[in-house]
């Protein structure tokens, strides 16, 4: 793992959950493996209080669990967590674009709109790194957009699981291309603040990853 030591400390915390929980769902931390707070805080070059903090959200996404007398254990995610994210993503995500469509500001709509032209370049050149990034960007702005604290909260607690998803289902050069049509059209349905077609576009978007991740797996 990377050290972090050197992040602002008001995202510290933040910092620390997210570069452990990647390496779990990446696979560099493994099930059944030990964390200690000294091990990750020597690893991550930071105290043990925001590792402490991190282990506890990590807890309650369930991507870790406490054993007596062994401490914090990685559970990972299975094949079927993976399978339920879509479904419940299906159901939620459709919800959270009619809302977007209704709520979304115009400074929101012009920064989606940089997002999706971005990922048109990088598709074009098939850099699938920039194109993963800008994904997560492009998810995130809607979510803010639907202007629910609820609804934001129960997605982010899909937010790691979804980014260890989204990577499977963009391996694909022709699923890279579809994705980002996909997110021109949803763009173009919330800048028309059409709410009944971005929440079905959104839902279909997340239908067609999840046949494409199907064979991934």
């Not at 406490?66 to 879509?86: E, L, M, Q, R």
């Amino acid at each position: 793992m990377k050290s972090i030591g050197d992040s602002n400390k008001n995202t510290l915390f933040q910092s620390v959950y997210d570069e452990i929980a990647k390496n779990i769902l990446d696979g560099t931390l493994k099930p059944g493996e030990s964390l200690t707070e000294h091990r990750l805080s020597e690893e991550l070059g930071v105290s043990r209080t925001p590792i402490r903090e991190a282990l506890r959200r990590l807890e309650q996404n369930e991507l870790i669990r406490y054993i007596p007398n062994k401490g914090a254990v990685v559970v990972g995610i299975s094949d079927k967590d993976i399978a339920d994210v879509y479904e419940i993503r299906m159901l939620i995500e459709g919800l959270a674009a009619e809302w977007a469509a209704e709520r979304i500001t115009d400074e929101e709509l012009s920064g989606l709109r940089g997002i999706v032209e971005l990922q048109e370049y990088y598709a074009s050149k098939k850099d699938f790194e920039q194109v993963l990034s800008l994904d997560s960007r492009f998810h995130d702005v809607l979510y803010d957009a639907c202007r629910s604290r609820i609804l934001c909260h129960v997605l982010e607690t899909f937010h790691g699981y979804v980014i260890r998803v989204r990577g499977l289902s963009l391996k694909s050069n022709s699923r890279i291309i579809n994705s980002v049509e996909e997110h021109r059209a949803i763009y173009e349905a919330l800048a028309a603040h059409d709410a009944k077609k971005a929440g079905e576009l959104l839902s279909r978007h997340i239908s067609n990853a999840r046949k494409n991740i199907e064979t991934c797996l």
